[in-house]
């Protein structure tokens, strides 16, 4: 059974940080792209951040290029979500997710698990 657990949300004013975490179990992780997606409310869910299984292909959204990082550590089965000069529009319920092991893409439909998400707040 395959978990994606995320943690490391909070609150963070305008301009601050927040380091986002996502722990993987029930899959071989090494083999999986992660992708990171929000959802605002009242919105629809978008594309922030894709990494490929070795870390050797990744994606930004427009919105999180030069203040976001993905990364991901296969040893500890986990997939990390920097987010650095945090804005109010930045404020979202931030999910992370896994495609079918060897794809990998930007598209929200591609991916088949996905955690339960973690709410970062950004104030002005």
């Known amino acids: 059974q395959v978990q994606l657990e995320e943690s490391g949300g909070g609150l963070v004013q305008a301009g601050g940080s927040l380091r986002l975490s996502c722990a993987a179990s029930?899959?071989?992780?090494?083999?999986?792209?992660m992708g990171w997606f929000r959802q605002a409310p009242g919105k629809e869910r978008e594309f922030v951040a894709a990494?490929?299984?070795?870390?050797?292909?990744?994606y930004y959204a427009d919105s999180a290029k030069g203040r976001f990082t993905i990364s991901r550590d296969n040893a500890k089965n986990t997939v990390y979500l920097q987010m650095n000069a945090m804005k109010p529009e930045d404020t979202a319920v931030y999910h992370c997710?896994?495609?079918?092991?060897?794809?990998?893409?930007?598209?929200?439909?591609?991916?088949?698990?996905w955690g339960q998400g973690t709410q970062v707040t950004v104030s002005s």
């Open positions: 997710a896994a495609p079918p092991p060897g794809t990998f893409g930007l598209a929200s439909d591609l991916y088949d698990y």
């Open positions: 029930g899959l071989d992780f090494a083999k999986y792209a």
């Open positions: 990494i490929s299984w070795r870390s050797g292909g990744i």
